[in-house]
């Protein structure tokens, strides 16, 4: 009987407490309107931002995690037209261009903020050059071996989670995929056409094929190397650690002021996400204000055994404008001669660098080479130790035109000190003697 | 005892019980949390001029939304699709009305789609692929008030061929799904083909077989429903001369060097190497095949391009039809259940149908089409 009311007992608070929570059939006002009138408040509030002070967008665009981000400009307007233009090579496909080929586009079509969990801008016409990156169809490839993607195509987006604007940015998700990306606010006044085209010359500032690699400077003082900066879709390992096993992909996009990995990564216990470019051509983190993205000191990449500088005469100063001028007349008076170039590279067959004079004579090219050992001093310093050893030609050259011999004690007796346009891309670099600062020579890569 | 105890906690839990849901009983709902939306159109809007359009010849005369902007939580999410483009969703908007609309309209009278159209049209710029069959969608009909039209940015408008098989046919083919969706149709027509329907391989038959099966496209092959929606879709829509050819694929025998490849290709006629009849036959294709008729009628077919060794012209045969199924017979039987069925059920007469949309189609200027968009002010 005790063990029978026991059981009823508990059966009774268990049913009440049920009961009495079922009745409670709304919770608590949190928000002061209700979903609905919150959603629509939302719409007309998004609509607005999205229309005042001109319309005009930047959309930092992610189609999927394995390919770059795009920028686009969008222009959005009260009648429900937005203009949408793109630099990049899938537009070239669309246009008929190659496909590396990036290529300008713009073309009008429909947005709308609708509400569906909450609000969401949609792009619910087509247009040719944003929504590509939906469409099913096969991605177009160079290599007729490629995966057909009939039914999948890029599988962008082109509906977005409106998340929150701050700051004239505007924090969307993609609704069916669910890539963050941000948009910002761009002055209405700006010309797409030129707006993208400087996206696009930045981005070919940054990564030079020329410069194979490039390093993720930490504030601890470590580097990571970077590879495949062209492509947007950097590789990426701790410098000294092997690349093939420890090597991650992370995919960038290139804007108006700089560079951003899609996602934030983290190296070495650092966050890092959003770089901005300096005058200098370098990338600093704009989320630590310390990391750098650059290309290796000076000197190394000067000294990079691989490379062939050849000398802008032009941009040239002081001793060494003076020596190539007389070198000039001095070849022209030994038979019409013509100097045709002047390079510095590394001879390998005689482990050595070799400042090499190309001298014309009747459609026939002698090298007047001069072999040096160099050493790097400083990041930024080198100097340069002739051998004594030289090339057939210079034994010639080297009588009739002593200004050869000049810029050979030049460079033997100073240490020089290297600049470059871009610390980034250094495919440039002015060498200026450090104890003279007018005489200089600039090199190209 | 053991009765009493179990009647006072049955007591107890009935009271509470009692208590619970009579304090449930208060709720009441209050007004509407939905406001009041002004439906007003905007002349200013960029999309006035076929919105316009679109509420006077489709809401307020059919009561039916044409979506041409896409939202995506309208279709299927795991289709990866795109818009429609607004230039094309004018051009199909117009179309829908003189090759579908106002043709019901003439034939079933103006009530006819008041009470039985779809009340959703939604367009869409992709076609749906089904990647792992190769195939794909390119129209749908849901619930018997909606229909999807696909593939809307790849039309071509002066390309016949391409908007009668991708558009014209669609809007006839998801009607007619509209339609038995309301009223169901004879099981009889379910009969006539069965056991012959591959819902997974239609796709790899060809057109050929399938009309010799009594099937008027490959697709009507999959299931009596597409079956069903084909066959009157491909009379109304075809011309003479095509609604003819079917007809002519039917009457042929038809074989493929392995019957039991479902995927393999089927041929309607053979010859032999040199012509010696002793030899292992051949299958050619129909566009390889030459036809001379001679000053008594008959016909002779022959190898095109070849000869044998003594220089006369290779012979080729007819396939002989094995399937054991009168393929015209078979089509037009499914015609006049159709024909019966939309009489009988709908009041429409399919023959006028046919000749009203046959003379449409062939007659449109997109032009003046467009004007009723374009000119709205």
Redesign the interface.
């Known amino acids: 009987m005790k063990k029978f009311l026991n059981i009823s007992l508990l059966s009774l608070v268990v049913l009440s407490s049920l009961t009495l929570g079922s009745c409670k059939n709304e919770i608590d006002e949190i928000f002061d309107e209700d979903a609905v009138a919150r959603l629509d408040k939302a719409k007309a509030e998004f609509t607005e931002i999205l229309t005042s002070n001109g319309g005009k967008w930047q959309m930092e665009y992610y189609a999927n995690a394995n390919e770059p981000g795009y920028v686009y400009l969008m222009t959005f307007r009260t009648d429900g037209s937005v203009t949408i233009s793109g630099k990049n090579e899938w537009i070239g496909y669309v246009e008929g261009e190659s496909l590396k080929v990036p290529t300008f586009g713009s073309q009008t079509s429909l947005w709308e903020v609708i509400t569906d969990n909450g609000p969401v801008l949609s792009f619910n016409s087509f247009n040719k050059y944003f929504h590509l990156f939906a469409d099913p169809e096969d991605i177009p490839s160079l290599d007729e071996e490629a995966t057909d993607e009939t039914g999948y195509g890029h599988e962008g987006d082109y509906e977005f989670d409106l998340m929150r604007y701050s700051n004239d940015t505007l924090y969307i998700s993609g609704k069916k995929y669910g890539i963050d990306m941000i948009m910002t606010r761009v002055d209405a006044n700006v010309d797409d056409h030129v707006y993208m085209d400087e996206v696009v010359a930045m981005a070919d500032s940054f990564f030079n094929a020329k410069i194979p690699q490039v390093y993720i400077n930490l504030p601890n003082d470590t580097r990571w190397v970077v590879k495949n900066g062209a492509s947007s879709i950097l590789k990426m390992f701790r410098e000294g650690a092997d690349e093939i096993s420890t090597a991650e992909t992370h995919n960038v996009i290139i804007t108006h002021d700089g560079l951003s990995f899609m996602n934030p990564i983290t190296l070495d216990g650092y966050t890092i996400q959003n770089f901005i470019r300096q005058a200098d051509g370098s990338l600093l983190c704009r989320d630590d204000n310390t990391t750098t993205i650059t290309a290796d000191i000076l000197s190394n990449v000067f000294m990079t055994q691989t490379f062939n500088w050849k000398a802008d005469t032009v941009q040239s100063g002081g001793e060494f404008a003076n020596f190539i001028r007389s070198m000039k007349t001095e070849l022209n008076d030994y038979g019409k001669r013509k100097l045709s170039s002047v390079q510095m590279y590394y001879d390998n067959s005689l482990s050595r660098y070799a400042i090499s004079f190309g001298c014309l004579y009747q459609k026939r090219t002698f090298y007047a080479n001069y072999y040096f050992t160099a050493e790097a001093v400083g990041d930024n310093q080198i100097k340069f130790h002739y051998t004594g050893e030289l090339s057939d030609a210079a034994v010639i050259y080297g009588e009739k035109c002593p200004s050869m011999n000049s810029i050979v004690q030049l460079l033997n007796s100073s240490t020089f000190t290297l600049t470059t346009s871009s610390l980034l891309a250094p495919v440039d670099m002015k060498m200026t003697d450090s104890g003279n600062s007018a005489t200089y020579i600039t090199w190209r890569l | 005892?053991k009765k009493i105890?179990y009647f006072?906690?049955a007591l107890?839990?009935v009271a509470?019980?009692a208590?619970?849901?009579s304090?449930?009983s208060e709720?009441k709902l209050g007004p509407t949390?939905?406001?009041d939306v002004d439906e007003t159109l905007?002349p200013?809007?960029?999309?006035y001029q076929l919105d316009k359009f679109l509420e006077d010849n489709y809401l307020k005369k059919y009561n039916l939304t044409f979506l041409?902007?896409?939202?995506?939580?309208s279709t299927n999410?795991n289709?990866?699709?795109?818009?429609?483009?607004?230039e094309n969703?004018i051009d199909l908007a117009v179309l829908c009305k003189y090759l579908w609309f106002d043709v019901y309209d003439k034939v079933g009278g103006e009530d006819f789609l008041k009470s039985y159209g779809p009340r959703i049209i939604l367009l869409i710029?992709?076609?749906?692929?089904?990647?792992t069959s190769g195939t794909e969608i390119v129209g749908l009909a849901e619930g018997g008030i909606k229909v999807s039209l696909f593939k809307v940015?790849a039309m071509r408008i002066n390309d016949f061929n391409m908007m009668n098989e991708y558009y014209f046919k669609t809007m006839h083919h998801e009607f007619a799904h509209i339609l038995h969706q309301t009223k169901t149709y004879p099981n009889e027509f379910n009969t006539i083909s069965i056991g012959h329907y591959d819902s997974n391989n239609w796709q790899d038959r060809s057109e050929g077989q399938v009309a010799s099966l009594g099937f008027v496209t490959t697709y009507a092959s999959s299931e009596f429903r597409e079956d069903f929606a084909e066959t009157i879709a491909n009379y109304i829509v075809k011309t003479d001369e095509q609604w003819n050819y079917i007809l002519d694929l039917a009457s042929r025998g038809w074989a493929s060097g392995d019957e039991d490849d479902v995927t393999s290709q089927f041929f309607c006629y053979y010859y032999y190497p040199n012509n010696d009849v002793t030899q292992d036959l051949v299958y050619v294709s129909e566009w390889n095949v030459f036809t001379e008729v001679d000053e008594d009628g008959t016909v002779h077919k022959y190898w095109r391009n070849n000869k044998d060794s003594e220089g006369n012209r290779i012979v080729v045969y007819d396939v002989e039809d094995k399937d054991g199924i009168d393929g015209v017979e078979a089509i037009l039987q499914k015609v006049q259940i159709a024909r019966t069925w939309l009489k009988e059920s709908w009041g429409i007469d399919l023959d006028q149908l046919r000749e009203e949309v046959q003379y449409r189609q062939s007659h449109y200027d997109i032009n003046e089409l467009r004007k009723q968009v374009t000119d709205i002010h």
Request: glycine letters at 2%; hydrophobic letters at 35%.
């Open positions: 005892m105890q006072i906690s107890l839990l509470v019980a208590m619970s849901l304090s449930c709720d949390i939905f406001p905007d200013s809007s960029y999309t041409y902007k896409m939202p995506d939580v999410m289709y990866n699709l795109v818009p429609a483009t607004y969703s710029g992709s076609p749906a692929y089904n990647p940015n």
